[in-house]
């Protein structure tokens, strides 16, 4: 059961070969996210019908984190973003499938308003029935998967496909629904999208 102080605990076993930063080499990490300090939509609208636990959150958070980083509780379905002043905002988000989640430390190196979609070929291989009719794109706009906007995660100078991104699906949030994805309603990732800078680290916590 989730305690009002939930724990993320990141060891090094989790991260093996190129997902490995430097910065989870030598010791593991603990992140606690302590007591709410303010709720962002205080007049409690929630078109989505969102469990108000998903709903944006500030909330206090350990020494140590770099302002600015992204960083996923899968267990939870929590996207924490490091503010400067010892806070973090909080967003309920949905994440990969079982199987299909991948834990790393990510850089985000673009920010793309209401993107394109493709699925890629492992998607289509996968689940043909899914997405081979979608094989030659879709294009941005309210109903594509990516919905608002999308933060890309890369590796080096490699894009993973991985994406940070809205969703014409909000009933979604809070599941393991998406193939590998970080979710997030629309307006809510229209937020994250305008604080987060480029070069910025996002951590997908095991």
Known sequence: MLTRRHFIITSTALFSGPIMAPAFAQDAVGIEFDDTIERA???????WGLHPRFMPTRVSHNRGLTPGDVHVDPTAR???HIGTDGTAMRYGV????LGLYQPGTFTIRRKVDWPSWTPTANMIARE????AQYADGVPGGPENPLGARAL???LGGNDTYLRIHGTPQPWSIGTSASSGCV???NEHIIRLAE??????TAVLHS
Do not use: M, T, W
């Open 94 to 97: 949905a994440v990969g499938r």
């Open 128 to 131: 043909p029935e899914v997405y």
């Open 152 to 154: 890309y995660l890369y």
């Open 195 to 200: 604080d987060v800078e480029l070069g910025s």
């Open 41 to 47: 939509e205080p007049n409690g609208n929630n078109p």
């Open 183 to 185: 979710r997030l309603v």
């Open 78 to 80: 929590y996207l924490y």
